[in-house]
């Protein structure tokens, strides 16, 4: 992580509040946030966070990063919660202070004193957290969290947010002075990395970063949270969004899923581009163009990135069809660049940030008036616009009123007549003159 701001881990077994205590925090310490929302997925069941999660935020003058870990399970038999656990550890080994989360409705649990031993020995500063203290009864019988060896338990309860405030007081007593980043200065380029499930996405963010950052695994589902990640390429601020796989609405069976599908879309809502990974080994499915439709209806620039390229038999012909069988199949994106890698042998996998960035800039560019009014005029000459019931529209003026997406205005008289195939001439021409590679374009009307 490029942020040098001190780390505060929670960690604790899995299903004693963690996700929660971390999206309390964030809500009431976010730096810059001018509305409270949720960062991590929480669910009952048991190992519902796994990526590590991270938020920068502020209290009592002091800012540092929080970071939401998975569960830490003392007896792994699995190698998907081996990774949480290599996770967790990272966490660990990057944490100036730990919040060790302990459930004060079950008491001390076998797992607790195994935590407790391995967080002693990291020798970092522990604060031991009691959550779920929702009653008076529960915080009287919190003596025996003595028995862990550490100091007095903070209590908490997310439900009825009690503690926050006290931790939070606690953790800015102990962590050093620190200057407040200067990261809002400069806005990062936010990335989401989107498509269905088991296509490579945390596979590429990894390959992306050059770390496992995220956990892959073959098993569909993997990713739960939204998982964003500041860094630096070229000098300039990126912000990636490893998102959780979008299924059908039909194909989703439980509440965690439609948690983690929900997370994935506020992400492509509060991103600048969407990267949509789709898998060249199969066939592009109905969800991908349901994807690209989001997309291209919520005005966002977006990247097609073609992951496994790396496992297609190629000859000279195979990259020219690819693109013609993809723009038939997606035709709603044929605007988007098309980047062809493989997450696994690291092909042109750079490249996405290369192009993004580029479709980022076109995506904030704005075109001068009067060059837009010469293309307006040469257009209608060329092509009027056809009449409608008797009636054709007259279009006088064109001027940009946005940009992110670019956004035209038009006036003149019956525009209310104009149909969509005109439209999409004007679009198409506007696209071919002043470029807009990889960003919507959208044109409203005005009667003059």
Same mark, same amino acid.
């Given at each position: 992580?490029?942020?040098?701001?001190?780390?505060?881990?929670?960690?604790?077994?899995?299903?004693?509040?963690?996700?929660?205590?971390?999206?309390?925090?964030?809500?009431?310490?976010?730096?810059?946030?001018?509305?409270?929302?949720?960062?991590?997925?929480?669910?009952?069941?048991?190992?519902?966070?796994?990526?590590?999660?991270?938020?920068?935020?502020?209290?009592?003058?002091?800012?540092?990063?929080?970071?939401?870990?998975?569960?830490?399970?003392?007896?792994?038999?699995?190698?998907?919660?081996?990774?949480?656990?290599?996770?967790?550890?990272?966490?660990?080994?990057?944490?100036?202070?730990?919040?060790?989360?302990?459930?004060?409705?079950?008491?001390?649990?076998?797992?607790?004193?195994?935590?407790?031993?391995?967080?002693?020995?990291?020798?970092?500063?522990?604060?031991?957290?009691?959550?779920?203290?929702?009653?008076?009864?529960?915080?009287?019988?919190?003596?025996?969290?003595?028995?862990?060896?550490?100091?007095?338990?903070?209590?908490?309860?997310?439900?009825?947010?009690?503690?926050?405030?006290?931790?939070?007081?606690?953790?800015?007593?102990?962590?050093?002075?620190?200057?407040?980043?200067?990261?809002?200065?400069?806005?990062?380029?936010?990335?989401?990395?989107?498509?269905?499930?088991?296509?490579?996405?945390?596979?590429?963010?990894?390959?992306?970063?050059?770390?496992?950052?995220?956990?892959?695994?073959?098993?569909?589902?993997?990713?739960?949270?939204?998982?964003?990640?500041?860094?630096?390429?070229?000098?300039?601020?990126?912000?990636?969004?490893?998102?959780?796989?979008?299924?059908?609405?039909?194909?989703?069976?439980?509440?965690?899923?439609?948690?983690?599908?929900? %997370? *994935? /879309?506020?992400?492509? #809502?509060?991103?600048? &581009?969407?990267?949509?990974? +789709?898998? =060249?080994?199969? !066939?592009?499915?109905?969800?991908?163009?349901?994807?690209?439709?989001?997309?291209?209806?919520?005005?966002?620039?977006?990247?097609?990135?073609?992951?496994?390229?790396?496992?297609?038999?190629?000859?000279?012909?195979?990259?020219?069809?690819?693109?013609?069988?993809?723009?038939?199949?997606?035709?709603?994106?044929?605007?988007?660049?098309?980047?062809?890698? %493989? *997450? /696994?042998?690291?092909? #042109?996998?750079?490249? &996405?940030?290369?192009?993004? +960035?580029? =479709?980022?800039? !076109?995506?904030?560019?704005?075109?001068?008036?009067?060059?837009?009014?010469?293309?307006?005029?040469?257009?209608?000459?060329?092509?009027?616009?056809?009449?409608?019931?008797?009636?054709?529209?007259?279009?006088?003026?064109?001027?940009?009123?946005?940009?992110?997406?670019?956004?035209?205005?038009?006036?003149?008289?019956?525009?209310?007549?104009?149909?969509?195939?005109?439209?999409?001439?004007?679009?198409?021409?506007?696209?071919?003159?002043?470029?807009?590679?990889?960003?919507?374009?959208?044109?409203?009307?005005?009667?003059?």
């Amino acid at each position: 992580m490029q942020n040098q701001l001190p780390i505060v881990a929670i960690v604790g077994r899995p299903n004693v509040g963690k996700s929660s205590i971390f999206n309390r925090i964030a809500a009431d310490a976010r730096l810059n946030s001018t509305h409270r929302k949720q960062i991590a997925v929480v669910n009952d069941t048991p190992g519902v966070t796994r990526d590590r999660n991270y938020a920068t935020v502020g209290w009592n003058d002091k800012h540092f990063t929080i970071v939401d870990t998975g569960g830490i399970d003392v007896d792994p038999d699995d190698p998907l919660i081996d990774n949480v656990q290599l996770q967790v550890d990272q966490a660990l080994a990057e944490a100036s202070l730990i919040l060790f989360v302990v459930d004060s409705r079950t008491g001390i649990m076998p797992h607790d004193n195994v935590v407790a031993d391995k967080l002693r020995a990291s020798g970092k500063q522990i604060l031991l957290v009691a959550n779920k203290a929702d009653s008076v009864k529960i915080e009287m019988d919190t003596a025996e969290f003595y028995a862990l060896g550490l100091e007095a338990p903070v209590l908490t309860s997310c439900v009825q947010n009690i503690g926050i405030h006290q931790l939070l007081d606690e953790v800015a007593e102990i962590l050093p002075d620190t200057e407040e980043t200067q990261e809002t200065s400069t806005a990062p380029i936010k990335i989401a990395i989107v498509g269905r499930p088991n296509v490579g996405k945390s596979s590429l963010l990894n390959n992306l970063l050059g770390e496992e950052r995220m956990i892959v695994d073959n098993r569909p589902g993997t990713t739960r949270d939204a998982i964003n990640i500041r860094f630096e390429y070229q000098n300039i601020p990126f912000e990636l969004v490893d998102t959780a796989g979008m299924r059908r609405k039909s194909a989703i069976k439980d509440k965690l899923e439609s948690a983690t599908v929900q %997370s *994935a /879309i506020h992400s492509i #809502r509060q991103s600048d &581009i969407a990267a949509l990974v +789709l898998d =060249v080994t199969q !066939e592009v499915a109905q969800q991908d163009k349901t994807i690209a439709n989001f997309i291209a209806r919520h005005g966002k620039a977006s990247v097609l990135v073609l992951n496994k390229w790396d496992l297609v038999e190629k000859d000279n012909t195979t990259h020219g069809e690819f693109i013609q069988h993809i723009e038939a199949q997606v035709p709603q994106i044929d605007y988007v660049p098309k980047i062809f890698v %493989s *997450a /696994i042998t690291g092909q #042109r996998v750079t490249k &996405i940030l290369d192009v993004a +960035l580029e =479709v980022y800039r !076109e995506y904030c560019t704005r075109i001068p008036t009067p060059a837009l009014n010469d293309l307006l005029l040469e257009l209608r000459n060329a092509h009027p616009p056809p009449r409608v019931k008797g009636t054709r529209p007259a279009l006088k003026y064109i001027t940009q009123v946005e940009t992110k997406p670019p956004t035209f205005l038009i006036f003149g008289r019956n525009t209310q007549r104009i149909r969509p195939p005109y439209t999409a001439y004007l679009v198409n021409n506007i696209r071919s003159v002043f470029g807009f590679n990889g960003t919507p374009i959208r044109i409203f009307y005005r009667r003059n």
